[in-house]
């Protein structure tokens, strides 16, 4: 079955620091990936997507990500957090559904950013 | 251009009454999806519309569930009667034909006490 695993529920990071989001998916065809963003109060934003292919897309924010295929996964990475980062963070798989795509969520990951 | 709009943003009902949510599409999208997240947990696909056409509704918990998009324009989502466990937020997206790309609107915050 297709399915998305985020294994942080929460991370906590120094305003500053580096930051790595960690995803991995189950998908039987080369997957379509996704992470979005939402922040408090706010719908969800597309950071990045992978479709095909360079395999380290560059999203908004100064965000990137690295598709690694022999490890089924999709790693969200930022090189210097700011305090406007902190949101909830969504590693999604589109899935072909009668020749369209839905999306399959992992749980998310919870980001706060200390000063 | 504007996004996905989606009405009202939070609704707060009893058990048992009835609740519509509409979502708006970016104009031009013929797909539009309806997603859920119930407490705190992964957003789930509810269902697909292509135009004013059900592509896919499975991920629609039961039939206390009515998704509509009368014209191919706008979509609602009947909720009747609402028990606890519909409480949650409700998302919809759209996308031109033929991408995987979806725009989500804000979601509608539904509590069901």
């Known amino acids: 079955a297709q399915s998305v695993t985020q294994p942080d529920i929460h991370i906590t990071v120094s305003e500053g620091a580096s930051l790595e989001l960690r995803c991995n998916y189950s998908y039987g065809a080369t997957p379509y990936l996704f992470w979005y963003v939402q922040s408090p109060g706010q719908g969800l934003q597309l950071l990045l997507k992978?479709?095909?292919?360079?395999?380290l897309v560059q999203g908004i924010k100064g965000f990137e990500a690295e598709f690694k295929r022999s490890q089924s996964s999709f790693n969200l990475r930022k090189p210097s957090v700011h305090w406007s980062d902190a949101a909830e963070y969504f590693c999604?798989?589109?899935?072909?559904?009668?020749?369209?795509?839905?999306?399959?969520f992992g749980a998310g990951t919870r980001l706060a950013v200390h000063p | 251009e504007a996004g996905v709009t989606q009405f009202p943003s939070h609704s707060v009902i009893e058990k048992g009454q009835t609740v519509t949510l509409r979502c708006d599409p970016i104009?031009?999208?013929?797909?539009l999806y309806w997603y859920r997240r119930v407490m705190g947990k992964e957003i789930k696909f509810l269902l697909h519309f292509v135009k004013e056409s059900k592509q896919d509704e499975s991920g629609m918990p039961n039939n206390r569930f009515l998704a509509e998009r009368t014209g191919g324009t706008y979509s609602t989502l009947k909720v009747q009667p609402a028990e606890l466990e519909d409480s949650g937020v409700y998302f919809c997206?759209?996308?031109?034909?033929?991408?995987?790309?979806?725009?989500f609107g804000p979601g509608t915050r539904l509590t069901v006490t």
């Open positions: 104009s031009g999208h013929d797909n």
């Open positions: 997206a759209s996308s031109q034909a033929d991408t995987p790309k979806q725009y």
């Open positions: 992978y479709f095909s292919g360079d395999t």
């Open positions: 999604a798989v589109g899935a072909v559904s009668g020749g369209y795509n839905k999306l399959i």
